[in-house]
């Protein structure tokens, strides 16, 4: 079965501090792709990233990067320097290679940065 | 902003009413799905579009209904609402249906009273 967990509903962090949001998953497939999205209050999912299973290298991309470890079935995410901008919930998600159709979502991770 | 289009913004029905959900897809986007998001919660997959024919489903019930039209726009139809029900409504298109990026909608708030 598939699963995504996020275990931090909420994290809140001063501006400027580095803040790293967890995701673990779950699947049989070996094929697979993992997701973050960005939900701001206006309630629109924005599209940060996508890694397949293949590819282990990490990413940065600006302020942002990701961890991804298969070894322990993880995608983290860091924002460096974080700023009031980011203030958002922080979607993990999974797609499997057996239904292509089909995101699952995490709970998600509300983050808020203080001034 | 993504080119995705969903309408209305805000719905209020109560219990037992029919409710239609429309989304325009990005230009050149053939695939549509649609979520279901609680409040405080992760969107949940409802069913997705490939040129016309439904293309997988998530665990919802029959009384959630799709159609999608020549011009790859899509419809989210609910009948028999439940309290339940009240969510926001999502619509996502992509190029494909395969893992690409799902591009999502501003949603459509529906409350069930």
């Known amino acids: 079965a598939q699963k995504v967990t996020q275990a931090q509903t909420e994290i809140s962090v001063v501006e400027k501090e580095d803040v790293t949001l967890d995701c673990v998953y779950e699947t049989r497939d070996t094929t697979y792709y993992l997701f973050w999205y960005k939900q701001p209050p206006s309630g629109e999912l924005v599209f940060l990233i996508r890694r397949n299973s293949f590819d282990e290298q990490n990413e940065i991309s600006g302020r942002y990067s990701w961890n991804f470890q298969k070894s322990t079935s993880s995608f983290n995410f860091t924002i460096t320097a974080s700023q009031v901008v980011d203030s958002a919930v922080y979607f993990c998600a999974l797609s499997e290679g057996s239904s292509a159709s089909k995101i699952i979502f995490g709970s998600g991770t509300r983050l808020s940065i203080r001034p | 902003e993504t080119g995705v289009t969903q309408s209305p913004t805000h719905l209020i029905k109560t219990r037992g009413q029919q409710v239609t959900l429309r989304c325009s897809s990005q230009s050149g986007h053939n695939t549509v799905s649609w979520y279901q998001q609680a409040l405080g919660q992760g969107p949940q997959f409802i069913f997705q579009?490939?040129?016309?024919?439904?293309?997988g489903r998530g665990n919802f019930p029959p009384r959630f209904s799709g159609l999608q039209f020549p011009n790859y726009s899509s419809e989210l139809n609910v009948n028999a609402l439940e309290l339940d029900d009240s969510a926001l409504y999502l619509c996502?298109?992509?190029?494909?249906?395969?893992?690409?990026?799902?591009?999502f909608g501003p949603g459509t708030r529906l409350t069930v009273l």
């Open positions: 996502a298109s992509s190029l494909e249906p395969s893992h690409n990026e799902q591009f």
């Open positions: 579009y490939y040129r016309e024919e439904e293309n």
